[in-house]
């Protein structure tokens, strides 16, 4: 798993005006939940760009006043308009402690239903995935060679390490569909029995 490194900065107030300043200065208003105490604090907006515009999972070790915290990234609050980072919050992590998180999947292989002239489907990108922190995958690895048209990967399909899958089991994660263009050529083709093949 990759380590993303969090240089953060205690924070002196708690108040509404406070973290107004805090953000008009470029500053993201930040709280790590988890240990004994919730640890208020706040960093340089420029140094989540690697965490929260990524599609790759991450943990996050942040280092406040010289303390250092191993967490996952848990929620973000985005300005409704701007889509400016609000507030962010962490969630210590455990070595003996299982954690959930959502884990991107990844395509490999060549679908047989594509070489045909399938389209390959996404219904999700990422599946909800709870384990020790050493066992977490960084992605999750989808063969489709042997998926032909009309065929779906479920949940189920998922090969497990030491990780459980917490979506439902049978939920399609990918599917290979037939193109419009080709599926109403073929329906023209059933609906006129007399046209020449």
Do not use: W
Not at 88 to 117: E, H, Q, R, T, Y
Not at 162 to 176: C, D, E, G
């Amino acid at each position: 798993m990759n380590i993303v490194e969090i240089i953060g900065y205690q924070r002196k107030n708690l108040g509404t005006s406070y973290s107004k300043r805090l953000r008009s200065n470029g500053n993201v208003p930040c709280v790590l939940y988890g240990g004994i105490n919730q640890v208020h604090f706040y960093s340089p907006i420029g140094l989540f760009k690697n965490i929260v515009y990524s599609s790759e999972t991450k943990f996050i070790n942040v280092n406040i006043e010289g303390c250092e915290y191993k967490c996952i990234l848990q929620d973000i609050q985005f300005h409704p308009v701007s889509e400016t980072i609000l507030h962010i919050d962490f969630l210590k992590i455990f070595d003996n402690k299982k954690i959930k998180m959502n884990i991107p999947v990844n395509v490999i292989g060549k679908s047989k239903g594509i070489a045909k002239g399938g389209v390959l489907a996404k219904k999700i990108r990422s599946l909800q995935i709870i384990a020790y922190p050493k066992d977490m995958p960084l992605n999750i690895d989808l063969d489709i060679s042997n998926l032909d048209v009309g065929n779906s990967f479920k949940v189920k399909d998922v090969k497990t390490d030491n990780y459980k899958i917490l979506n439902f089991h049978s939920l399609p994660i990918l599917s290979i569909i037939m193109p419009r263009v080709l599926k109403i050529a073929k329906d023209s083709d059933e609906e006129d029995p007399k046209k020449e093949k």
